[in-house]
């Protein structure tokens, strides 16, 4: 029977790394994580210990999400910010290495991007993409590009994979944030279908239907049962990554005991559906 491991992109529980999170976590039914690249940029050792204190307790980092913050833009028209966006992303591969991580994220763009600069940013990210999938190939490690919203490039399936044209399919495929469907959250199980063994990782939250909120699953429009048996089908053994907003001030204990309870009514409700 399809039953994920529990993961979290760590950064949504807590914006900062120390003892009470990282207690938090391990002493919950987290299995896999995600670490934000950009975590590492305040006091970088200290937080790298804090990370292995969880690697230590049997907790697998699954993924490193490169940065997008900050300039970062892989599909800049400028040179020099496209070059220091590549250099960027070839950290979080060295942080892959460092973490034993499979998998590094990758946002092809950030926004807004005007019609007429579509096309030329296009192909500035498909150069950046090679670039940073060779690196990713030569260290062992998987490239995920995630799928954006809104007017960023790889705003659709169809846009996503060409910009992945021609890469090995093995070592290059997607990331799935199931809120940035945006206006067609009724795709979401064909999507896993379209990107099939090339979905390498997740980003789980709920859509509200108006905007990007990243609630919890369940509480939202999406079709979640449609979702599980989509992924069941195309037999996807990768993260089951939630990212969630937390709006409530919540502790890291608050914020982990809300995502196992949705967890576990994700995995219950598919049983049942399945009967």
């Known amino acids: 029977m399809f039953k994920p491991e529990l993961g979290v992109s760590l950064h949504t529980l807590s914006t900062s790394i120390d003892g009470k999170l990282i207690e938090a976590v391990k002493a919950s039914k987290i299995k896999t994580l995600e670490l934000f690249q950009r975590i590492f940029l305040k006091n970088p050792e200290e937080a790298k210990s804090l990370i292995r204190k969880l690697s230590a307790s049997g907790i697998k980092i699954t993924s490193i999400h490169a940065d997008f913050w900050g300039g970062v833009d892989i599909s800049s028209s400028d040179a020099g910010i496209r070059k220091k966006s590549v250099n960027s992303a070839f950290c979080a591969i060295e ?12 946002h092809s763009s950030i926004e807004p991007i005007a019609p007429e600069e579509r096309d030329i940013l296009k192909e500035n990210a498909k150069d950046s993409i090679n670039k940073i999938a060779e690196k990713c190939a030569e260290k062992g490690k998987r ?26 399919e093995a070592t290059v495929g997607f990331c799935l944030d199931t809120n940035h469907l945006m206006d067609k959250p009724f795709t979401l199980a064909d999507t896993v279908k379209i990107f099939g063994k090339r979905l390498f990782s997740t980003h ?13 699953p369940g509480t939202g429009v999406l079709d979640w049962n449609a979702f599980m048996k989509a992924l069941n089908q195309i037999k996807y053994a990768g993260p089951f990554n939630f990212e969630c907003a937390f709006h409530n001030n919540e502790t ?16 219950r409700d598919f049983k049942h559906a399945r009967g």
Do not use: W
């Open 143 to 168: 490239l995920a590009i995630e799928l954006l919203p809104r007017t960023c490039l790889g705003n659709n399936t169809e846009e996503l994979i060409e910009l992945a044209n021609g890469l090995p």
């Open 204 to 216: 789980l939250s709920d859509y509200d239907g108006v905007d990007e909120r990243h609630q919890l």
């Open 95 to 106: 942080l892959a290495e460092e973490f034993g991580a499979d998998i590094v994220v990758l």
């Open 252 to 267: 890291p204990a608050e914020c982990v005991a809300m995502l196992e309870e949705s967890y576990d009514k994700l995995l």
